[in-house]
């Protein structure tokens, strides 16, 4: 087993300034934010993932860093490598918590720990707040020591049914950590230690929220053959089976019989998620030669590319499985979009079902909802201008930075 470079180093953090943020949520909420930071002054904080990008919690990070940095908050973000049969053995154990079927071998936890423990000899562990995000680097918890500061398991990932072999192994990991953030109640485990909700965010004022040019747009449609004076049913989502990108293609095919619209299935790859590939296989033969399917492979970093199709699109679907959040519904509400989403994971603290978007729990009541609204443009109007009020109040980045700046004094003022 050789440590193969999975991954990219992280990517330089453009500066960034809160200032720009006042106009959207407030002087009040900056000044707050600010006056936690000077609470954390001289203390480092530091983030651990598997990837630097691609997926929702690199997404996160990404513009998490240089916020915290400029309100000068020492914050230092780390990304674990780890080779192919790392990443595969992570993503089966994903699967697994997500509620899919286990056939792991017994030697894949002996794999996983080992690469866990070569990240733990390459990386520092400091910090007087360490942050591990997901199962992914869990077992980092080994570098602790007594003079170590407070660590937290930031769980990202539906965890309502998870396989029991897998949850139990990582379950022996998480126990040993301060506390757990999950992103919805309903993830919550029994568990010892103390467990906080996060809603996850979105960066209004990043590449992939802020407001684009008319004519921008129009190019990105040109660019991919897609026609702007028909209706376009769009889901942005990595090619995963848990997003189910067959099911939206169920679904447009029905609704294709009534309205004459455009799919567009637009996704990249995480380096994080070996799977990517073959779901694009069975995406591209499930489309067939449907001239109207636009099955787009966009490059891990397409911000702008995405932030256009959202805006582009008449409804934004969100039809998957198991979700752990679900940021393209947050960026896809943010843009004042319908949306259509399965009644899973953390979509429902989003999507209020008749106020913010419809759900639905199956490809025929995303098809009828669908449906639904391509035929009430008023009503579709009116729950995307609701969608984007909520994620104003509940999930921008300014909200979920104050959480961190919090936990993070409130730990520190019980050490
Ligand atoms: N995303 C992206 N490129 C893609 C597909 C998705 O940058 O090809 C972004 C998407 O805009 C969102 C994040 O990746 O910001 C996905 O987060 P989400 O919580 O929806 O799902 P995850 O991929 O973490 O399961």
Known sequence: MSLATHDGPPPAHKP????GYVELVGAEEIN???ALARRLEGKEIQMVNSTAV???????LNRLVPLARDLGVTIRWDVITGGLDFFEITKSFHNAL?????QGKPEDFEIFLAYNEQNRARLRF???????????PVALINARSNHSGHWIWRCHIDLSRPNPTVWKFLETYVLRYDGAIFSSPDFSRQLPIPQYLFY???DPLAEKNRELEPEFIRQVLERYGIDPSRPILAQISRFDRWKDPVGVIRAYRIVKKYFDCQLVLAGGSATDDPEGSAVLEEVRAAAGDDPDIHVLELPPWSPLEINALQRAATVVIQKSLREGFGLTVTEALWKGKPVVASAVGGIPAQVIHKHTGLLAHSVEGTAYQIRFLLSHPDIAQRLGQQGRHHVLEHFLITSYLKRYLTLSVHLLAHC
């Open 32 to 34: 707050e934010l600010r």
């Open 126 to 136: 400091d910090a007087a707040v360490t942050v591990i995000h997901d199962p992914q």
């Open 54 to 60: 691609g997926g929702g919690v690199a997404e996160i």
């Open 98 to 102: 997500q509620g899919g079927p286990y």
């Open 16 to 19: 960034a300034s809160l200032d």
């Open 200 to 202: 996850p965010s979105i």
